[in-house]
């Protein structure tokens, strides 16, 4: 068995195999791989017995559950009001000059990817992004230096 | 004159040691009696929408049904709001019992909490508490067992059908109502949905009784609200105060001394320039002389440096990603008022074609399927007709 398979088989088991499980079971495949694959959707279909289309249908819906390949890291930079006032623009710039890459982009080794999303709920302590669950507020550009060098120092 | 503070309460975050003590004694008492608390305390959902909750809770007692569930919504994805993850890190056990409460009374057996997935972080905490509120209920006798379900990043799986619809495994799109939830909810069963605040107060409820809340707020619009308080403020933050304060009392103790505007109720509420302060007031629609505006508690302050024209494209922008899609006047709606804002900016249509852009959202108020589709209108509207000169210039 594939990776993959066996993943998609693992949460199968502990949620269940009803259509009631698709978003659990494509939330844990997110949590692994960030990211879900076609290979990955033709799985779960297997698993609940309906079709690709549907999971494909489902998946596409939400915002986390990405179905393009991401980087490890999947940086949001929250770009809804405040934050857009408090300095979003500048977070987003220093992110892109450290890491290499523009919005939308992965870094060539896979590690990190920069989006944007809608209202994370931290207006109060803008600006605010998150990587992966990890939230991170009241940013100044170099804040996001030190951040990104935390994490690759803990990648090396 | 010097500045009026508003009064701050200190009734949901205050942590009640008596908790289990409370539980008890609610539980202990006949469902009938609890429902009359309920409405006569005037507590009306903390959601947005303002459902008065007591009666929430009576209808999907009255219902017979095998199953019934009980949901928390927990998604809070309103631009500006952010008093419901506070809730939760602090004082879900109020939460949690109002959950139980409400259990005992429509008979349910199974309750969930949504969950927004940008508060994942909070898994850890809610299920530490969870097993606490097991071991709680057990001991009392109620056979109630409460699940953490997870959103993906979907603002419009807030709204209470497209939230169900998630939770069964589907895309978030709205049903059609009616049948309202309280009939026909989650698993096609009566399900009583309310906001993470609303449960908290109902603990306050319990705990007081309904003369307490009922005397806090003005008429119609009932007891303390907790308020997000954002933008152009030296003080931003969560707040409770009593509802039914105008918008004027408002700026004067949280704004900068610079306001030019507060957005009352997130990109889906109203936009109140300065002129209109005084007679807005903050509450529920009721019988209140002037203007009063529902809120989840969002308040967003601008100062006299913002473009209201960067204010409203943020809002549309907001709406064309968020919008389900399912319907044409909100999906096809939010594109149109996106690309024309801008073209009128850019002088590509004439100044005119506001007029036609405000028809459109007038049609979307009335032709769209759910709240976010007929809410677009309040923002646009609001800062259109108050900020048209910075529409064009
Ligand atoms: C687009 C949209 C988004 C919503 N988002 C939320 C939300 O994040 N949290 C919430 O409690 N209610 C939200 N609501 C309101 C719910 O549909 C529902 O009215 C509420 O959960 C009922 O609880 P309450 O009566 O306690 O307020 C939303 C409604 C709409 C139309
Ligand atoms: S109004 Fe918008 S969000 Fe609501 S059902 Fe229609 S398309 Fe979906």
Redesign the interface.
Known sequence: MTEIQTLVKDLAQSHGRSRESLLPILQGIIEKDRFISEYAMIEVAKELDISTAEVYGTASFYSFLDTEKRGKYVIRVCKTITCAMKGKNQILLALEDTLKINLGETTPDKKFSILETNCLGWCHKAPAMLINDDVYTELTPEMVRQIIEDYRKREA | MGKKQLRRMDLIFANDEDFRDILKQTLARPNEEIIEDMISSGLKGRGGAGFPTGLKWKLTAEEKAKNKYIICNAD???????KD?EILTQVSYKVLAGMAVCAKITGAKEGFIYL??????LVPLLNQELDKFHSACSELGLKFNVKI???????ICGEESALME???????EPRNKPPFPTVKGYRGCPTVINNVETLAHTFTIFKYGPRKFRDLGVQDSRGSKLF?????TPT???YELELGMTVQDFVDDFGDGDTKAV?VGG?SGFLVPRKRFKETAIGYQGKLTGISLPTGGSM?IYNSS?SMY??LN??L??FQ??S?GQCTPCRVGCQQLVKGVDAVKRGDKPTAYLDKLLKLTDTMKFTAKCGLGQSVANSFQSIVENFREEMIY
């Open positions: 809070e994805g309103e631009p500006g709001t952010f993850r927004r997935g940008e508060y994942k972080f379900f997870m959103g993906s990043g979907a603002y998630s939770m069964e495994g589907r895309r978030g997000s308080v954002s933008g152009d931003p933050g969560i957005q990109a967003m913002r960067n204010v943020n809002y922008d907001f990603e968020e389900c």
